[in-house]
C-alpha cells in the first residue's frame, strides 16, 4: 500500500486571544514590598476576570485540538500531520462542524465584549486599566481556525539547479527522513493500542485486601471499541501485526458485558487473562 494514495497531510492551526496581559506596575509593587530583585516575580492580569467566554472559546480550542490528533497520526515536528484518505470525508465533515461552532462562540464573544470588560472592571479593582483593552477588530483579528490539506510528497522529486553529488545528497536525506517519519508515523497506533490494552488490563485486576471496591464505567468498553474503530482507518501502511492485534482486542471485548464486569470477578478475570495474552503475543 503506497502512503501517498493512502494517506495525506492536513495542519490544524487555531488560535485563540490569551486575555493576559503584565502590570508593570503591581509587578514593581509586589517586588519592592517583599524586597525581591526586579525578576523575581510578575503580575500578569486576566483581562476577562469574572467571565467565562473566551475559556470556553479556549476549551473548545482543546477540544478540537485533541479530537484533531485522535484522528491522525504525527508526522511533521509540529504542524502537518498524518490523515488516513478513508477518514477525509467523515474528518472534514466533523472539522467544519467544529468550525462552525468555533465561529459562532468568538462572534458572540465579539457581540458582547464592551459588557464583559465592564464586568472585568468589576472584578479587577484597581488592577483595571482601559489601555489594556484592544479594540474590538483586534480581539477578533486574534482568534482564527484554519485548515490545510496536502498531499504527502512522493520520495523527492527535487527540480534544483544544483550539482549531482548535492542533489544526491539532498535528495537522500529527504528520502531518509521521510522513512524515519512514516516510522513515527506508525509507531502511534501501536502506542495507543498498547496504552488501551495496559489500561484495561490494570483496571480488571482484582488485588487482595483491596477495602474500597472499584468502579467500573462503560466507557472500559466503549473507548476500546472506538480505538478498533480508529486503527481500521490510521493502519496506512496496511500493517498485518497492528491489525490482527487490533483484531484480537476486538474479539476480546466484542461479548464483553459491563453489567458481568462489575458484578463477577470471574468475567473479570477473564477478560484480563485475554487482554494480557494479547499484550505477551506482539513486541511493543
Known sequence: MSITSSSMLVELNISVWTANKLDRGATDSVTNNANA???AAQVRKNLMAGTSQRKEIADHAAACRLWHNTKTLPWADKGARLLPTSLFLDYKQEANNRRYAFDRMV????????????????????????????????????FGFRM????????????????????EEVRRGYEDSFKDRLADAMKDPWDRLH????????????????????????????????????LTHLNVTGDPALERARQDLERT?????????????????????????????YKW
Open 37 to 39: 530583585v526586579k525578576n
Open 107 to 142: 462572534n458572540q464573544f465579539i457581540a458582547d465584549y464592551p459588557a464583559l470588560v465592564q464586568t472585568s472592571h468589576n472584578y479587577l479593582g484597581n488592577l483595571f486599566d482601559p489601555a489594556d483593552y484592544p479594540s474590538p477588530d483586534e480581539v477578533y483579528s486574534k
Open 148 to 167: 490545510v490539506f496536502a498531499p504527502v510528497p512522493e520520495s523527492g522529486d527535487f527540480r534544483l539547479d544544483l550539482p549531482a553529488q548535492e542533489l
Open 195 to 230: 496504552k488501551m490494552l495496559l489500561g484495561i488490563s490494570d483496571k480488571l485486576t482484582d488485588k487482595d485486601g483491596d477495602e474500597i471496591k472499584k468502579r467500573y464505567h462503560d466507557s472500559l468498553i466503549d473507548n476500546a471499541v472506538e480505538l478498533c474503530g480508529v
Open 253 to 281: 471485548i466484542s461479548n464483553t458485558d459491563m453489567e458481568s464486569i462489575k458484578e463477577s470477578a470471574t468475567e473479570r478475570a477473564d477478560v484480563k487473562n485475554k487482554v494480557d495474552a494479547i499484550l505477551k503475543q
